[in-house]
T-cell receptor, first 117, second 115 residues
Framework: DGGITQSPKYLFRKEGQNVTLSCEQN?????MYWYRQDPGQGLRLIYY???????QKGDIAEGYSVSREKKESFPLTVTSAQKNPTAFYLC????????????????FGPGTRLTVL | SQQGEEDPQALSIQEGENATMNCSYK?????LQWYRQNSGRGLVHLIL?????REKHSGRLRVTLDTSKKSSSLLITASRAADTASYFC???????????????FGQGTILTVHP
C-alpha cells in the first residue's frame, strides 16, 4: 500500500531533551511538509522541502530542525529551544514541489502527539 | 495570522440535513482546498477549486468560490453521522512568481451530525 507513515504515534519528552519525529512516504512525492496543530487550532507550517537536500522554513520554524537526505524521508527534530513543544505534529507530502504547485493536494500521515513532561 | 477563517466554528445538525461551512481569506489565491480531519487523525483531501472556477461538485460535496468576496463555502448534502469531523479550508498562493506547494490552513469548523 502506498502512503505516508509517522512514528511514533505518541511521544513523551522531558524538558531539555531533543526528540526526532519520523516521517516516511512511498508515494514518490517530491515535496514534504511538517505542520503543528494545537487544540482547536488549524495547522501551522514548520518546515517544508521541495526536493531532496533542500528545505525551507515555514511560519514557525524556531526550535525545530529538519533534514531531507532521501526522497522518502523527512524527519523533524524538536529541540530544547522550542519552549512549548506539546502539540500534534502532522507530516504531509505532495507530488511535486516546483512551480505552480500549490495546486497539488497534500497527503497526510496519521500524526505524532508529543507531550512534554 | 491564518489566511483562511472558517465560519461557524462549530455546527451541529441531524442526519439527513445539509451542512454549510464558510471560509474567508485575505490575499489573492490561485486555488482553495477543503480537507477533513477525524478526531486525532491526519487530514484527508476532499476537493480543490481553482481561482478561475466558481463551483465544483464531488459526490455529496459542493464547493463555491467567490474571489471578489474572498470567500468559499462547502456544502455537504444529506449528511450522515460518519460526516462528523473537523473541516478545514486551505489556500494556495503564488509566492514571488513561483508556487512551492505551500498551503495556509484555517482554524476549521467542527461538524457534528447526530443520528
Amino acid at each position: 500500500d502506498g502512503g505516508i507513515t509517522q512514528s511514533p504515534k505518541y511521544l513523551f519528552r522531558k524538558e531539555g531533551q531533543n526528540v526526532t519525529l519520523s516521517c516516511e512516504q512511498n508515494l514518490n512525492h517530491d515535496a514534504m511538509y511538517w505542520y503543528r496543530q494545537d487544540p482547536g487550532q488549524g495547522l501551522r507550517l514548520i518546515y517544508y522541502s521541495q526536493i531532496v537536500n533542500d528545505f525551507q522554513k515555514g511560519d514557525i520554524a524556531e526550535g525545530y530542525s529538519v533534514s531531507r537526505e532521501k526522497k522518502e524521508s523527512f524527519p523533524l527534530t524538536v529541540t530544547s529551544a522550542q519552549k512549548n513543544p506539546t502539540a500534534f505534529y502532522l507530516c504531509a507530502s505532495s507530488i511535486y514541489g516546483g512551480t505552480a504547485l500549490s495546486y497539488n493536494e497534500q497527503f497526510f500521515g496519521p500524526g505524532t502527539r508529543l507531550t512534554v513532561l | 495570522s491564518q489566511q483562511g477563517e472558517e465560519d461557524p466554528q462549530a455546527l451541529s445538525i441531524q442526519e439527513g440535513e445539509n451542512a454549510t461551512m464558510n471560509c474567508s481569506y485575505k490575499t489573492s489565491i490561485n486555488n482553495l482546498q477543503w480537507y477533513r480531519q477525524n478526531s486525532g487523525r491526519g487530514l484527508v483531501h476532499l476537493i480543490l477549486i481553482r481561482s478561475n472556477e466558481r463551483e465544483k461538485h464531488s459526490g455529496r460535496l459542493r464547493v463555491t468560490l467567490d474571489t471578489s468576496k474572498k470567500s468559499s463555502s462547502l456544502l455537504i448534502t444529506a449528511s450522515r453521522a460518519a460526516d462528523t469531523a473537523s473541516y478545514f479550508c486551505a489556500t494556495g498562493t503564488n509566492a514571488g512568481g513561483t508556487s512551492y506547494g505551500k498551503l495556509t490552513f484555517g482554524q476549521g469548523t467542527i461538524l457534528t451530525v447526530h443520528p
